[in-house]
């Protein structure tokens, strides 16, 4: 599967923002996929997760983005997205999404992900 990750930009403490990952393939339904970002000089964290149909596209998300953060899948559309609503400060990143067939002990560990897409950067402007 190949993946392209759209939707960054520069918006407003408090602001909202969706991103979108496009993926190639016939079976991405298949597929966990995930949503990471990279703040400057910082490792890479995830943010969140979505299982493929057999978890029953059940979303998972970081400690520091639950209530806020909203990821979802259209599989008609080969989509995953990620609503971003009161944005913060620390939310200033590059969001990578990422795609892999991965039993859920594994699916926290950026490792365990196959695919990857290019990043696009986020900026959150005080």
């Known amino acids: 599967v190949q993946l392209q990750a759209s939707g960054g930009g520069v918006v407003q403490v408090g602001d909202s923002l969706r991103l979108s990952c496009a993926a190639s393939?016939?079976?991405?339904?298949?597929?966990?996929m995930a949503w990471f970002r990279q703040p400057p000089g910082k490792e890479r964290q995830i943010v969140s997760i979505i299982r493929g149909s057999s978890g029953g596209n059940r979303p998972y998300y970081a400690d520091s983005v639950k209530g806020r953060f909203t990821i979802s899948r259209d599989n008609a559309k080969n989509t995953v997205y990620l609503q971003m609503n009161s944005l913060k400060p620390e939310g200033t990143a590059v969001y990578y999404c990422?795609?892999?067939?991965?039993?859920?002990?594994?699916?926290?560990?950026?490792?365990?992900?196959?695919?990857w897409g290019q990043g696009t950067l986020v900026t959150v402007s005080s």
């Open positions: 393939g016939r079976t991405f339904r298949d597929y966990t």
């Open positions: 990422a795609a892999g067939k991965l039993i859920m002990s594994a699916m926290w560990q950026d490792q365990m992900y196959s695919a």
